[in-house]
Nanobody, 124 residues
């Protein structure tokens, strides 16, 4: 199994920045892809960004492209989401997610493991 734990959420002003971290542990060698999802009261849970550790391929939601960056540290035990130029619409609970089997991180139904989530609130 894989354990995930997010940190780094909080409050920011519009235009500001936050960096989320996700510590991974357990059978991390089994991870096929990692992703950040977010969920707000007005929206379904959506994939914000994902990365395939084997080759570093990344994906971004169109509304965060150019503002957010997903990455891993050199040991591939920590996942990051650098969020710049934040907007009030980015307000949500952000979840770290891991897929060990299947076809990718494209939707919540594909995810095998979730972190508990961290709140991000962006004020206008």
């Amino acid at each position: 199994s894989v354990e995930l734990r997010e940190s780094g959420g909080g409050a920011a002003q519009a235009g500001g920045s936050l960096r989320l971290s996700c510590a991974t542990s357990g059978d991390i060698g089994d991870i096929y892809c990692l992703a950040w999802f977010r969920h707000s009261p007005d929206n379904e849970r959506e994939r914000v960004a994902s990365i395939y550790p084997a080759d570093g391929t990344t994906f971004y939601l169109y509304s965060v492209e150019g503002r957010f960056t997903i990455s891993q540290d050199n040991t591939k035990t920590t996942l990051y989401l650098q969020m710049n130029a934040l907007k009030p619409d980015d307000t949500a609970v952000y979840y770290c997610a891991a897929v060990v089997e299947g076809f990718g991180c494209s939707d919540a139904e594909s995810v095998d493991y979730w972190g508990p989530g961290t709140q991000v609130t962006v004020a206008s």
